[in-house]
């Protein structure tokens, strides 16, 4: 694989042939995968650094720690000494099923980065590409050196139309790699196909993230929350602020929440209520679902009816009834006769 610098921001443009100004070994770290498709120019394919999951805070309760666990036991040495004796291939893939904003993208690259820690590899994220070839990606990437350890994650799969019997033979078939780890984040598993999810050979685990653990909020918060203002933002208090409002927490709503208590702190003035405002937009638009079409008054009840006119409708119904039945009886008469006719 060759690697054409684009820009200063550790961007490249990988290339299938030699040029004078190139890389020829991709240095490990976690790249998003970004590619364009052109009938006249064919198909680009670029990748640039990520370093927004070497920053983040560990978060080490519920399924953060199951997932966080099952990689690291993935990654032991004496792991993958067991599966060489069972002749088996080193190779994991797990599901990460949840709400937006749960946490499972952010997960997921921070277990990439412990594989680029531990195991010196290169981790590729894709956001729903559609028709990604996973096979030859890892076998760029590996022209330098066969055995590298690759990470893939997938977001969003269940809107890649990569196809299923690519991912099939991916995770469990002759096309198989070694040495690698995938990660699929999915809002929710219905719209993936039984015969992805229902094999151990194919997907080992399937974890739920769930928002609602109190102890999974705190953590989340905690996360966020820079090191200098622990002591003056206390994530107990924020996550009893959700618990208040009612309002489901995401790594997007804490970070915004943060942001406002962190502008608070230093200006001294008010940011937005936040979480209240949410509350009042929801109540708002509850409402308007329940209110009828049209200009509202204090006392309008055009959502309810007399029972006069509960009685007309109930009448008009009696009556569509009738005429169904009597129709049914000339059709049944019809056939009938039809029948008889033909008999003689």
């Known amino acids: 694989m060759f690697l054409v610098q684009k820009d200063k921001q550790n961007k490249y443009e990988v290339i299938p042939r030699a040029l004078n100004d190139v890389k020829d070994k991709l240095e490990a770290g976690v790249y998003n995968i970004h590619v364009e498709r052109s009938p006249w120019e064919g198909t680009h394919v ?71 820690k531990e195991k010196n590899a290169v981790c590729i994220m894709s956001k729903g590409e559609p028709k990604l070839d996973i096979h030859e990606i890892i076998d760029m990437i590996r ?29 469990d078939g002759t096309n198989s790699r070694n040495n690698v780890m995938l990660i699929a984040t999915v809002n929710s598993t219905k719209r993936l196909p039984e015969t992805i999810i229902n094999r151990i050979g194919r997907i080992e685990r399937v974890y739920n993230f769930d928002t609602e653990d109190v102890e999974v909020i705190k953590a989340m918060i905690e996360s966020v929350i820079p090191t200098e203002y622990a002591d003056k933002i206390k994530a107990e208090d924020v996550s009893m602020e959700f618990i208040e409002y009612g309002i489901t927490p995401s790594i997007d709503f804490i970070t915004v929440l943060i942001r406002n208590k962190i502008y608070e702190i230093k200006s001294g003035k008010e940011a937005p209520l936040l979480l209240e405002n949410l509350k009042k937009s929801k109540a708002r638009k509850d409402k308007k679902k329940k209110q009828p079409v049209g200009f509202v008054t204090p006392n309008d009840n055009r959502g309810e009816i007399s029972e006069k006119e509960a009685e007309k409708i109930a009448e008009m119904e009696e009556i569509v009834q009738e005429q169904k039945e009597a129709a049914n009886e000339i059709m049944k008469a019809v056939l009938l006769g039809s029948i008889v006719k033909s008999s003689n």
């Not at 022209?143 to 033979?169: A, Q, V």
């Open 46 to 116: 670029y990748l640039e650094l990520n370093t927004r999951y070497q920053k983040g805070k560990t978060i080490n309760t519920g399924v953060f720690k199951e997932a966080r666990e099952h990689v690291e036991f993935f990654i032991d040495p004496i792991a993958y000494d067991t599966r060489q004796e069972l002749g088996l291939m080193h190779k994991l893939a797990l599901i990460f099923n949840g709400g937006p904003g749960s946490g499972k993208t952010f997960l997921a690259g921070q277990l990439m980065e412990t594989l680029v």
């Open 143 to 171: 022209i330098e050196d066969p055995n590298r350890f690759i990470g893939i994650l997938i977001d969003e799969y269940e809107k890649c139309n990569s196809g299923e019997l690519d991912m099939l033979s991916f995770l």
